[in-house]
């Protein structure tokens, strides 16, 4: 059951528009859930009390309804938290982790870092419960999407090569791709900003075929006779195939693999040796196992019947805190691409997203990055370049168990 998530917030409404969200609630049928809602202004994320609900049906549909929440008007509402100390902030953040580690909701590594300086580089819990092994600080997590930061990177490298241009068609350079309509209309910069209608690759049929699926090409020759869900260019649609295209198109037009592409012109030149998107019938050493609820409050399990054979353009690698602070050094020193082209990749085009990266906030409290969500999986990198801070956290559960940690520290961080 998918439902609509209104939020009116408080004060001039002329000013301060209400904000839709959809939410899936399919796992917590015929249970109580608590309802959490957050907005981002200029002073950053704000959580948001919730006092007042109620279901609405949409149109005949049995399994649509709408949920309209009203903040309450107490002090609550409209709370910023106080911007703590660096300092205080960081201490906080230790004490949350070890918190939500005893209680069995967060395993994995958190890195903060500013000006180039690493402030705090720990992790907690098991990266193996079978054998008991710990996760480190050198533990490599699976990171889902957050691989199409790689992907939009490599892409912008062969546009200022010239080699590709934003406003290509993909079938400029994918000449036999099945479905003309896609072919013609569809275009990297498209892709880049999820806005091409090109679809997901998740459902029945990445199910049915799950194992079979090794190459850029195996997903194109599976999905690719699809036509569009809707013009290109008309919203914003988050797309996992659309990466697994940039990959494709990466592909043709260098001659090589995508991963030695991205290795060679990405890894490599940020100095990133932990990372990769081998085949999970390799032994990666330091590699977590992820494990998943099978449901709410249910028990941990291994996620090795949901994962890929291997990560692809849009998602499936691994990779540690410490290279993904490389990572986002190596953006700032112009080693991967120009600033002007990193600054366009970092602006909000559809969405508050930009060329595969998120977008957050204003001002000092700009920020841009990529989360990766997915059984037994979470990471989450947020970089502000007006601050200087990098925070990363990597998690081998079920999301948000990361992200909810990179929340936590960015509400509190000091924004001078």
Do not use: C
């Amino acid at each position: 059951m998918l439902v609509n998530v209104f939020h009116t917030s408080p004060g001039d409404p002329a000013r301060r528009q209400p904000t839709e969200a959809r939410v899936d609630v399919s796992a917590w049928a015929g249970q109580t859930v608590r309802l959490r809602l957050a907005t981002t202004d200029n002073q950053g994320p704000l959580r948001v009390g919730v006092d007042n609900i109620r279901f609405q049906r949409i149109g005949d549909a049995d399994d649509r309804v709408e949920l309209l929440a009203t903040p309450r008007p107490s002090s609550t509402v409209g709370l910023v938290l106080h911007r703590l100390s660096q300092a205080q902030a960081l201490a906080a953040l230790s004490e949350h982790a070890v918190e939500r580690a005893r209680a069995g909701e967060f395993a994995g590594a958190v890195l903060v870092a500013r000006h180039g300086k690493v402030l705090l580089k720990d992790a907690w819990g098991r990266a193996d419960r079978k054998t008991g092994k710990p996760n480190t600080p050198a533990t490599r997590f699976r990171i889902g999407s957050m691989n199409k930061m790689f992907t939009a990177i490599a892409t912008l490298q062969l546009v200022e090569a010239h080699k590709l241009a934003l406003d290509d068609p993909i079938g400029k350079h994918l000449l036999d791709y099945p479905n003309k309509e896609v072919a013609a209309k569809v275009t990297v910069r498209h892709l880049l900003t999820h806005t091409g209608g090109t679809g997901d690759i998740f459902g029945p049929e990445f199910e049915e075929h799950r194992l079979q699926l090794r190459e850029h090409r195996d997903y194109l020759k599976l999905y690719g006779r699809r036509g569009l869900t809707q013009a290109p260019g008309a919203r914003f649609e988050y797309s996992n195939y659309g990466f697994v295209l940039l990959g494709a198109l990466i592909e043709q037009v260098t001659g090589g693999s995508y991963d030695d592409y991205v290795r060679d012109h990405v890894f490599r030149r940020a100095g990133m040796g932990s990372t990769g998107a081998l085949p999970e019938s390799v032994v990666v050493p330091d590699r977590a196992v992820g494990y998943q609820r099978t449901s709410p409050g249910g028990g941990w399990v291994p996620n090795t019947n949901t994962l890929p054979w291997r990560g692809t353009a849009a998602g499936g690698g691994y990779s540690t805190v410490g290279d993904l602070l490389r990572f986002a050094q190596a953006l700032n020193s112009e080693r991967l691409i120009s600033k002007a082209t990193l600054a366009e990749a970092t602006r909000p085009h559809q969405q508050q997203y930009g060329y595969g990266f998120g977008v957050q906030g204003q001002g000092r409290l700009r920020s841009y990055g990529h989360g990766g969500r997915a059984p037994g999986m979470n990471g989450e990198l947020r970089v502000f370049p007006e601050l200087g801070y990098v925070v990363v956290g990597l998690s081998n559960l079920d999301p948000p168990a990361a992200s909810e940690l990179v929340e936590f520290f960015t509400l509190r961080m000091p924004d001078q």
